[in-house]
């Protein structure tokens, strides 16, 4: 049966010589496995360059319950690019967040709220003309919202410390090292509770926001199962210094 879907290109692995299987977070059916055929071919109906990381998509698909690989009849972008494929730094936070998301998510089901976060964001982030270097910074912490661990924000006066192990403030120092101290806590609390739209009126120097990700990602791994290393970390930061 044919079933038509909003997609979200995660991964693309080579199978073969002209094929491979790419993972796409669907909006209907969650992370699904798609075999597609031909696609180096000069002629092909879906082509290497619409499977690209985070790349939003159209389809037509084929939906088999308990089948490990899915087939797809069209597909297409929706919308197409206009800014990311073209700009060094929006290209490579693009990158880091695909990385991300893929060892954060695991929905094999319907969670119409993260994909149209994550759908929406990627929309904004390529229509907006400003160089938003704070953009991947406020995507995962706003993001933690949908993954089940947001960062509390209540703050007293006397809590100077913000324990990244229990996700609020404290008002002594940690007994481990996964903490942050007021000023990047405020940074932090910011970045996850600002709209998009006014993230760039964080003046963060690059020191700093090299130490809140650096932070964030400590963040994902104490609350993410599995998350292991960022491999595109070190080059995101290289593009942004």
Known sequence: MLHKTRG???KTTLYSENSVVVQIFTEK???QSYMINGVKKPRAKISMNMLQPLHLVDMVVYHKAN???????????APVFRNIPYDIIKSTIVIFLNEVLYKSIRQQTTDEHLFDFIFNAICWFDETEEQNVNFH????LKLSRFLGFAPSTENKSDQNYFDLQEGEFRSIVPVHP???NKADALVFISLFSLPFEKINEINIENKTRRSILDKILVYYTLHTASFGEIRSHQVLEDVLS
């Open 29 to 31: 059916f969650g992370i």
């Open 8 to 10: 979200i290109v995660l």
């Open 67 to 77: 089948t490990n690989i899915q087939r797809i009849s069209e597909l297409r972008p």
């Open 178 to 180: 996964y903490f942050l």
């Open 137 to 140: 910074l406020a995507f995962l």
